[in-house]
C-alpha cells in the first residue's frame, strides 16, 4: 500500500481513558469534544491552519471565560480522522494511506483548511496524494472507494467516488497483458525478488505473468452493492464484454448469497468463489434487496452465465420471497438455455405453504413454455422426419431432443410423489412436442413409475396417460417390458403387441432380403469359377437350392409365429370382457413364453441352416480346385 510522509516532530499526544493530551510542556487552553472523545490542545496550532476552528474559537472565547470548550459533531471519520488532523496541525509525523487519505480529505474540506490558512495545507496535501498515487493504484483506488462508505456524502460532493470508479473501470477494461502494468499488485505479476512491485517494470528478477479478463473479480467483490453497481454501470458504458460482466456478478452472487454455494463440489469449494465473506452473512432481508438488483443487472443473452447459477438464483429468490418479476426473469433467463440444464438442476423443492407437491412442477412447466416460445421464434421448431428412431433435419433441432430426454428424466424423478395430480403429471408430460422425441421409452418408464405409484387411477385415467406415448415410437425392449406389463390397460398392450409384431416382420423381412442378396453373389462367384470347368454350374445351381429350402422352412414358422399372434390377440379381446387380472396372467404364460420360445427355435434353426449352407460350399470350392488341378495335369 502506498503511502506518503507529513509532518517531522515526534509524537506528543498520549491518550488516558477517552482523553487526549498533548504534552508539550504547556497546559491546554482547550478542550475539543468529538463523540466520547475529548481532545486537549491547544488553540494556535489549531486556528492557524483550519478555518473553521479559527471561527468556533473565537465564539467560544466570547461567551466563556473559564476554558474553551468546542464540540465537533459531525466530522467525518469521527474521533480517529480528528486525531490525526490535530496531529498535521503540530507538525507532528503521519503517514498518509489509500485507508486514511478519504477521510482526511473530507475532514479537510469540513474545517476549511485551505492554503490561505497556511502553506501546504491538509487539502493540498490530501488532493495531490489523491491524484498522483492513489488514483493511478488499482489496489489503492479499490480500498480509497471502500472508504467512501463512510463519508459518502462528503465523498460525492467532492467528486473522490466518482474518481475512484473511473480510474477502477479503466483499468478493468484495458488488457493488462496490453501494457505489463501490475493490476493485481496482491499475486504479483511483476514484484521485484525482495517483493516490491517495479512500476517501471524493469528488474533483473521481475517476471511479468499474463493476467486473464477476470482477474478483477475478487477485488470489487469487497464493495457494498451501491457502489458495485455504479463501476459495474461505467465498466458497461465503456463498451466491457457483457460475459466479463456476468462472470463478475456470478462472483458477486457467490460471495454474499450462501445459497448458491452450497450445492458445490469438493473440488469448486476449495476455489476462491468458495468463502461466502468474512464474517456474518447478511441477513435474509439484504439478501433478498441483492439478489433483486443482480436480476436488474444480468444481462438478457443466452449462455453468459451458467444454468447452475442461474438456478441457484431462481432457488434462493423462491426462499427468500423475492418479488414475482425477479423470479419471472430468472425463470426465462433460464428457459433460453434449458437444453444445457441437469436433472438435478430441475428438482427444485416446492417452498410454497400449501406443500401440495414436494418438488415445484409448475415452475419446471413454466420454464419449459419459455424454451418452446424461444425455440419457436429462433426456427428451431419445424418438425422433420425420423427414421429408424434417428431424426433427420436441420442440426437446430439437437435442443429440443436434448430437453424432451430432461423432461421425461424429471418426470420419471417427480413420478413417486403420490402428490403429484394427473393432469399436472399429462401438462408436463404432453408439452414436449411429439417430433422432439425421437423414442418414447423414456416417457414410458416415467408413465410406469408414476402408475405404479398411483394405483388407485381408474381405468380410464389409465388410459388417458397412457395415450401421451406413441407405441410405434418404442424400442423391441420397451416393447418386450410393456408386453408383461400388468399396470397397463389391455387396449394399450394389444396395441404394444401390435407395433411389436410389425417390428419382428420389418426386421425379419430385412434379414431376408440380405440372405437373397448374399445367394445372388454366391451365384456369380460360382458360375464365374465353374465357367472353365465342366459340371461347375450345375453343382453351384443344387447348393443354392438347398439354400433355398432352408429359407422357405424359416417362412413357413414365420407364418406359424403369425397364426399365434393373431389367437393371442383374440384371447386378449375375449379378456377385456372379463377384466379379470388373473385371467390375463394365464393368457401371458400360455402365448407370451410360447411366443418367444418359437422365436427362439426359428432363429436357432435359420442359424442351422445357414451354418449347414457354408458348409456346403466351402466343399463345392475344394471340389473345383482339385478339378482345376487335374486338368492342368492332364495337359
Same mark, same amino acid.
Given at each position: 500500500?502506498?503511502?506518503?510522509?507529513?509532518?517531522?516532530?515526534?509524537?506528543?499526544?498520549?491518550?488516558?481513558?477517552?482523553?487526549?493530551?498533548?504534552?508539550?510542556?504547556?497546559?491546554?487552553?482547550?478542550?475539543?469534544?468529538?463523540?466520547?472523545?475529548?481532545?486537549?490542545?491547544?488553540?494556535?496550532?489549531?486556528?492557524?491552519?483550519?478555518?473553521?476552528?479559527?471561527?468556533?474559537?473565537?465564539?467560544?472565547?466570547?461567551?466563556?471565560?473559564?476554558?474553551?470548550?468546542?464540540?465537533?459533531?459531525?466530522?467525518?471519520?469521527?474521533?480517529?480522522?480528528?486525531?490525526?488532523?490535530?496531529?498535521?496541525?503540530?507538525?507532528?509525523?503521519?503517514?498518509?494511506?489509500?485507508?486514511?487519505?478519504?477521510?482526511?480529505?473530507?475532514?479537510?474540506?469540513?474545517?476549511?483548511?485551505?492554503?490561505?490558512?497556511?502553506?501546504?495545507?491538509?487539502?493540498?496535501?490530501?488532493?495531490?496524494?489523491?491524484?498522483?498515487?492513489?488514483?493511478?493504484?488499482?489496489?489503492?483506488?479499490?480500498?480509497?472507494?471502500q472508504t467512501c462508505d463512510d463519508v459518502l456524502p462528503y465523498a460525492e460532493e467532492l467528486n473522490i467516488t466518482k474518481r475512484c470508479i473511473e480510474s477502477l473501470a479503466t483499468k478493468a477494461c484495458t488488457d493488462p497483458n496490453l501494457f505489463g502494468w501490475?493490476?493485481?499488485?496482491?499475486?504479483?505479476?511483476?514484484?521485484?525478488?525482495?517483493?516490491?512491485?517495479?512500476?517501471?517494470?524493469?528488474?533483473?528478477?521481475?517476471?511479468?505473468?499474463?493476467?486473464?479478463?477476470?482477474?478483477?473479480?475478487?477485488?470489487?467483490?469487497?464493495?457494498?452493492?451501491?457502489?458495485?453497481?455504479?463501476?459495474?454501470?461505467?465498466?458497461?458504458?465503456?463498451?466491457?464484454?457483457?460475459?466479463?460482466?456476468?462472470?463478475?456478478?456470478?462472483?458477486?452472487?457467490?460471495?454474499?448469497?450462501?445459497?448458491?454455494?452450497?450445492?458445490?463440489?469438493?473440488?469448486?469449494?476449495?476455489?476462491?468463489?468458495?468463502?461466502?465473506?468474512?464474517?456474518?452473512?447478511?441477513?435474509?432481508?439484504?439478501?433478498?434487496?441483492? /439478489? *433483486?438488483?443482480?436480476?436488474?443487472?444480468?444481462?438478457?443473452?443466452? &449462455?453468459?452465465? =451458467?444454468?447452475? $447459477?442461474?438456478? @441457484?438464483? +431462481?432457488?434462493?429468490?423462491?426462499?427468500?420471497?423475492?418479488?414475482?418479476?425477479?423470479?419471472?426473469?430468472?425463470?426465462?433467463?433460464?428457459?433460453?438455455?434449458?437444453?444445457?440444464?441437469?436433472?438435478?438442476?430441475?428438482?427444485?423443492?416446492?417452498?410454497?405453504?400449501?406443500?401440495?407437491?414436494?418438488?415445484?412442477?409448475?415452475?419446471?412447466?413454466?420454464? /419449459? *413454455?419459455?424454451?418452446?416460445?424461444?425455440?419457436?421464434?429462433?426456427? &428451431?421448431?419445424? =418438425?422433420?422426419? $425420423?427414421?429408424? @428412431?434417428? +431424426?433427420?433435419?436441420?442440426?437446430?433441432?439437437?435442443?429440443?431432443?436434448?430437453?424432451?430426454?430432461?423432461?421425461?428424466?424429471?418426470?420419471?424423478?417427480?413420478?413417486?410423489?403420490?402428490?403429484?395430480?394427473?393432469?399436472?403429471?399429462?401438462?408436463?408430460?404432453?408439452?414436449?412436442?411429439?417430433?422432439?422425441?425421437?423414442?418414447?421409452?423414456?416417457?414410458?418408464?416415467?408413465?410406469?413409475?408414476?402408475?405404479?405409484?398411483?394405483?388407485?387411477?381408474a381405468e380410464s385415467e389409465r388410459e388417458q396417460l397412457c395415450r401421451l406415448m406413441d407405441c410405434q415410437k418404442l424400442s423391441l425392449e420397451a416393447c418386450t417390458h410393456a408386453a408383461q406389463n400388468e399396470r397397463l390397460?389391455?387396449?394399450?398392450?394389444?396395441?404394444?403387441?401390435?407395433?411389436?409384431?410389425?417390428?419382428?416382420?420389418?426386421?425379419?423381412?430385412?434379414?431376408?432380403?440380405?440372405?437373397?442378396?448374399?445367394?445372388?453373389?454366391?451365384?456369380?462367384?460360382?458360375?464365374?469359377?465353374?465357367?472353365?470347368?465342366?459340371?461347375?454350374?450345375?453343382?453351384?445351381?443344387?447348393?443354392?437350392?438347398?439354400?433355398?429350402?432352408?429359407?422357405?422352412?424359416?417362412?413357413?414358422?414365420?407364418?406359424?409365429?403369425?397364426?399365434?399372434?393373431?389367437?393371442?390377440?383374440?384371447?386378449?379381446?375375449?379378456?377385456?370382457?372379463?377384466?379379470?387380472?388373473?385371467?390375463?396372467?394365464?393368457?401371458?404364460?400360455?402365448?407370451?413364453?410360447?411366443?418367444?420360445?418359437?422365436?427362439?427355435?426359428?432363429?436357432?434353426?435359420?442359424?442351422?441352416?445357414?451354418?449347414?449352407?457354408?458348409?456346403?460350399?466351402?466343399?463345392?470350392?475344394?471340389?473345383?480346385?482339385?478339378?482345376?488341378?487335374?486338368?492342368?495335369?492332364?495337359?
Amino acid at each position: 500500500m502506498a503511502c506518503m510522509k507529513l509532518g517531522s516532530k515526534t509524537d506528543a499526544f498520549q491518550r488516558q481513558g477517552q482523553a487526549w493530551f498533548c504534552t508539550t510542556g504547556l497546559p491546554s487552553d482547550i478542550i475539543v469534544e468529538v463523540g466520547e472523545m475529548s481532545f486537549h490542545l491547544h488553540k494556535f496550532p489549531l486556528l492557524s491552519r483550519s478555518g473553521v476552528m479559527e471561527k468556533l474559537i473565537a465564539e467560544a472565547s466570547e461567551d466563556r471565560d473559564e476554558g474553551c470548550i468546542i464540540n465537533l459533531p459531525d466530522i467525518p471519520g469521527g474521533a480517529k480522522t480528528f486525531e490525526l488532523v490535530a496531529k498535521f496541525c503540530y507538525g507532528v509525523k503521519l503517514e498518509l494511506t489509500s485507508s486514511n487519505v478519504v477521510y482526511l480529505r473530507c475532514a479537510a474540506e469540513h474545517l476549511e483548511m485551505k492554503e490561505e490558512y497556511g502553506e501546504g495545507n491538509l487539502i493540498t496535501q490530501t488532493e495531490t496524494f489523491l491524484n498522483q498515487v492513489v488514483l493511478r493504484s488499482w489496489k489503492d483506488s479499490l480500498k480509497a472507494l471502500q472508504t467512501c462508505d463512510d463519508v459518502l456524502p462528503y465523498a460525492e460532493e467532492l467528486n473522490i467516488t466518482k474518481r475512484c470508479i473511473e480510474s477502477l473501470a479503466t483499468k478493468a477494461c484495458t488488457d493488462p497483458n496490453l501494457f505489463g502494468w501490475p493490476v493485481m499488485e496482491h499475486s504479483g505479476p511483476m514484484q521485484s525478488p525482495g517483493g516490491s512491485v517495479l512500476w517501471n517494470g524493469i528488474s533483473t528478477g521481475a517476471k511479468p505473468k499474463n493476467a486473464s479478463s477476470d482477474w478483477w473479480y475478487d477485488d470489487v467483490c469487497t464493495l457494498s452493492l451501491p457502489l458495485y453497481k455504479r463501476l459495474i454501470s461505467v465498466m458497461e458504458a465503456r463498451g466491457i464484454k457483457q460475459d466479463i460482466i456476468a462472470g463478475s456478478l456470478t462472483c458477486y452472487a457467490k460471495r454474499y448469497l450462501p445459497g448458491l454455494n452450497r450445492r458445490q463440489g469438493a473440488s469448486e469449494s476449495s476455489n476462491r468463489l468458495a468463502p461466502v465473506a468474512m464474517g456474518a452473512p447478511p441477513s435474509e432481508e439484504d439478501q433478498k434487496l441483492f /439478489l *433483486e438488483e443482480i436480476d436488474r443487472l444480468l444481462p438478457i443473452q443466452k &449462455g453468459l452465465m =451458467p444454468t447452475k $447459477i442461474l438456478f @441457484g438464483l +431462481l432457488r434462493t429468490s423462491m426462499i427468500l420471497r423475492a418479488s414475482q418479476s425477479c423470479i419471472s426473469n430468472l425463470e426465462k433467463r433460464i428457459g433460453m438455455q434449458l437444453d444445457q440444464a441437469t436433472v438435478e438442476d430441475l428438482l427444485m423443492p416446492n417452498f410454497s405453504y400449501s406443500m401440495e407437491t414436494l418438488y415445484n412442477v409448475d415452475c419446471v412447466q413454466r420454464i /419449459l *413454455e419459455h424454451f418452446l416460445e424461444m425455440d419457436q421464434v429462433s426456427g &428451431g421448431a419445424s =418438425p422433420c422426419a $425420423i427414421d429408424d @428412431g434417428q +431424426l433427420i433435419g436441420s442440426p437446430s433441432l439437437t435442443p429440443v431432443t436434448m430437453v424432451a430426454k430432461l423432461i421425461d428424466g424429471y418426470l420419471a424423478e417427480v413420478a413417486p410423489d403420490v402428490n403429484l395430480k394427473l393432469p399436472k403429471f399429462q401438462a408436463l408430460a404432453a408439452a414436449v412436442p411429439d417430433y422432439a422425441r425421437p423414442l418414447d421409452d423414456g416417457l414410458y418408464r416415467a408413465i410406469d413409475i408414476y402408475l405404479k405409484s398411483h394405483p388407485w387411477l381408474a381405468e380410464s385415467e389409465r388410459e388417458q396417460l397412457c395415450r401421451l406415448m406413441d407405441c410405434q415410437k418404442l424400442s423391441l425392449e420397451a416393447c418386450t417390458h410393456a408386453a408383461q406389463n400388468e399396470r397397463l390397460p389391455l387396449r394399450i398392450v394389444v396395441q404394444v403387441l401390435f407395433f411389436e409384431q410389425l417390428q419382428l416382420r420389418t426386421s425379419i423381412a430385412g434379414c431376408f432380403l440380405v440372405s437373397d442378396n448374399l445367394d445372388g453373389s454366391r451365384q456369380l462367384r460360382s458360375g464365374i469359377a465353374g465357367s472353365n470347368e465342366g459340371g461347375g454350374w450345375a453343382t453351384a445351381v443344387r447348393e443354392n437350392q438347398v439354400l433355398k429350402v432352408g429359407m422357405d422352412h424359416m417362412r413357413l414358422r414365420v407364418s406359424e409365429l403369425e397364426k399365434e399372434c393373431t389367437n393371442m390377440r383374440q384371447e386378449i379381446e375375449k379378456l377385456g370382457r372379463v377384466k379379470g387380472s388373473s385371467a390375463w396372467g394365464s393368457v401371458s404364460k400360455k402365448f407370451g413364453f410360447k411366443l418367444k420360445s418359437q422365436m427362439c427355435s426359428a432363429q436357432a434353426e435359420s442359424v442351422s441352416n445357414q451354418n449347414t449352407g457354408n458348409g456346403k460350399v466351402e466343399k463345392l470350392k475344394e471340389r473345383h480346385g482339385k478339378n482345376k488341378k487335374n486338368s492342368s495335369h492332364i495337359e
